[in-house]
């Protein structure tokens, strides 16, 4: 007897092993609770997460003004100024996590565009008066050492060929946007979703049509990964593909309303949704989607995911929730982009004067891991980006060596001319699109 219940012992094991992903993070569970690991108390606008170098760097952006960065999961932060500004949105490069891309507030209710290139250390204008939308701004960097460059508001979309040392106005498409725009593919193609499902285009906003293998839905969120692949949400499913591949859809988690969602960059099969119902996850396509706002102290503005962490900005500060990641299963392939096309002298925007010069700034050690936001950091450098008004107020010209730098001042952009709408075979007139407006971002 007691060697049979050993065998049934072991018998029992063994079959339990295969189910041990569900227990310890795979299949979509969520074994951990999130931890807040920064600033209680201080509502935030958004957060992105990179990796890069052994280390994660987490980039956090206060509503009342300032970015902030930690190296170490939150126990120290460190300024990188702009206290007195607003963040709009902040994205880093595919291929560089230390180029990053930011849109601000201005004084006089524009946004304006900057670029860095070491990490948030120095910050250089590319693109100013860009009038700002209630749907807010959107911003999309391709591949490249002088990458695509797309940034939408509202009806107005412009565009830089060359890292935004020059711009152009783009077209929409015939359809209401209900998502950002992005960059999808080795080639960099523009997609966008629309109240009328997803729509691409393949000469940067010149022409646009309608992805008929795409419901002709409203789209609720749409996100791409480097890798290639790109997932759009409407309120049927959950329609994913590699590059160049087909459509494949799964189901949806129990909710009524997807307001973003976001896939990891080393499997682009695990993905997580904020929701009206909270924050839901999986770590593959097929596996079933479990609920992962345990513990979660605050109300999410914005997810980020780097390595195996999930990264949340609330009401009530940052917090942070372990992952189970599986292993790829294929390698991320190698990207090439396809060169701009060469443009009218006549519709080139002229360039933004360069601001913001480079200043260090002392990191502050917290009390305890999950310390509170403390005061400005004390800077080593001439104040001029830490304390001085919003970059729009003052203008500070960078020596005459820069060859980006232009004294010209930036123009609104104009309207662009109306894009030519292609329609694939076979697909729905806009007559048949699904009626009534898609949610409010």
């Given at each position: 007897?007691?060697?049979?219940?050993?065998?049934?012992?072991?018998?029992?094991?063994?079959?339990?092993?295969?189910?041990?992903?569900?227990?310890?993070?795979?299949?979509?569970?969520?074994?951990?609770?999130?931890?807040?690991?920064?600033?209680?108390?201080?509502?935030?606008?958004?957060?992105?997460?990179?990796?890069?170098?052994?280390?994660?760097?987490?980039?956090?952006?206060?509503?009342?003004?300032?970015?902030?960065?930690?190296?170490?999961?939150?126990?120290?932060?460190?300024?990188?100024?702009?206290?007195?500004?607003?963040?709009?949105?902040?994205?880093?490069?595919?291929?560089?996590?230390?180029?990053?891309?930011?849109?601000?507030?201005?004084?006089?209710?524009?946004?304006?565009?900057?670029?860095?290139?070491?990490?948030?250390?120095?910050?250089?204008?590319?693109?100013?008066?860009?009038?700002?939308?209630?749907?807010?701004?959107?911003?999309?960097?391709?591949?490249?050492?002088?990458?695509?460059?797309?940034?939408?508001?509202?009806?107005?979309?412009?565009?830089?060929?060359?890292?935004?040392?020059?711009?152009?106005?783009?077209?929409?498409?015939?359809?209401?946007?209900?998502?950002?725009?992005?960059?999808?593919?080795?080639?960099?193609?523009?997609?966008?979703?629309?109240?009328?499902?997803?729509?691409?285009?393949?000469?940067?906003?010149?022409?646009?049509?309608?992805?008929?293998?795409?419901?002709?839905?409203?789209?609720?969120?749409?996100?791409?990964?480097?890798?290639?692949?790109?997932?759009?949400?409407?309120?049927?499913?959950?329609?994913?593909?590699?590059?160049?591949?087909?459509?494949?859809?799964?189901?949806?988690?129990?909710?009524?309303?997807?307001?973003?969602?976001?896939?990891?960059?080393?499997?682009?099969?695990?993905?997580?949704?904020?929701?009206?119902?909270?924050?839901?996850?999986?770590?593959?396509?097929?596996?079933?989607?479990?609920?992962?706002?345990?513990?979660?102290?605050?109300?999410?503005?914005?997810?980020?995911?780097?390595?195996?962490?999930?990264?949340?900005?609330?009401?009530?500060?940052?917090?942070?929730?372990?992952?189970?990641?599986?292993e790829a299963p294929t390698p991320s392939p190698v990207h090439t982009r396809a060169s701009a096309p060469v443009s009218p002298p006549s519709t080139l925007l002229p360039t933004a004067t360069p601001r913001m010069p480079t200043a260090t700034y002392t990191p502050v050690p917290t009390e305890t891991p999950t310390t509170s936001f403390v005061g400005r950091p004390t800077r080593t450098a001439t104040p001029v980006a830490?304390?001085?008004?919003?970059?729009?107020?003052?203008?500070?010209?960078?020596?005459?060596?820069?060859?980006?730098?232009?004294?010209?001042?930036?123009?609104?952009?104009?309207?662009?001319?109306?894009?030519?709408?292609?329609?694939?075979?076979?697909?729905?007139?806009?007559?048949?699109?699904?009626?009534?407006?898609?949610?409010?971002?």
């Amino acid at each position: 007897m007691k060697r049979i219940s050993r065998i049934l012992g072991l018998g029992t094991l063994i079959f339990l092993l295969p189910l041990l992903p569900l227990f310890t993070g795979g299949g979509g569970a969520a074994p951990h609770s999130w931890k807040q690991i920064g600033m209680p108390g201080v509502s935030l606008g958004g957060v992105l997460a990179t990796t890069y170098g052994g280390l994660t760097r987490v980039y956090v952006w206060p509503v009342q003004g300032g970015l902030l960065r930690s190296v170490d999961d939150g126990k120290t932060w460190q300024s990188l100024g702009l206290e007195h500004a607003h963040v709009l949105i902040l994205v880093a490069s595919p291929d560089d996590p230390r180029s990053l891309y930011m849109a601000l507030e201005t004084q006089d209710g524009t946004a304006a565009l900057y670029r860095s290139t070491d990490g948030g250390e120095s910050w250089l204008e590319i693109l100013e008066q860009l009038e700002i939308a209630s749907s807010g701004v959107s911003l999309a960097v391709g591949h490249g050492e002088a990458p695509f460059l797309f940034v939408l508001s509202g009806n107005t979309l412009a565009w830089s060929p060359d890292g935004g040392k020059a711009w152009l106005a783009a077209s929409l498409p015939d359809a209401r946007p209900t998502t950002g725009i992005m960059l999808a593919g080795k080639k960099d193609t523009l997609i966008l979703g629309t109240d009328r499902g997803l729509w691409e285009s393949n000469d940067q906003g010149k022409s646009w049509a309608a992805d008929a293998e795409v419901p002709r839905a409203p789209v609720e969120a749409l996100w791409t990964l480097p890798q290639g692949s790109t997932c759009v949400v409407t309120a049927e499913a959950i329609s994913c593909r590699t590059d160049g591949g087909k459509w494949a859809s799964s189901s949806m988690p129990p909710t009524d309303r997807v307001i973003l969602g976001i896939g990891h960059p080393h499997n682009p099969s695990c993905h997580y949704i904020l929701s009206d119902s909270g924050v839901w996850c999986r770590s593959g396509t097929n596996a079933p989607w479990a609920k992962c706002d345990k513990g979660l102290g605050g109300v999410p503005a914005g997810l980020s995911v780097a390595g195996n962490a999930l990264y949340a900005a609330t009401d009530n500060g940052l917090w942070m929730l372990r992952i189970y990641v599986p292993e790829a299963p294929t390698p991320s392939p190698v990207h090439t982009r396809a060169s701009a096309p060469v443009s009218p002298p006549s519709t080139l925007l002229p360039t933004a004067t360069p601001r913001m010069p480079t200043a260090t700034y002392t990191p502050v050690p917290t009390e305890t891991p999950t310390t509170s936001f403390v005061g400005r950091p004390t800077r080593t450098a001439t104040p001029v980006a830490a304390t001085s008004p919003p970059p729009a107020a003052t203008k500070t010209t960078q020596p005459t060596s820069a060859p980006e730098a232009s004294p010209t001042p930036m123009r609104k952009i104009t309207p662009p001319p109306t894009a030519t709408q292609t329609r694939p075979t076979g697909s729905p007139s806009p007559s048949t699109a699904t009626p009534g407006p898609p949610p409010v971002r």
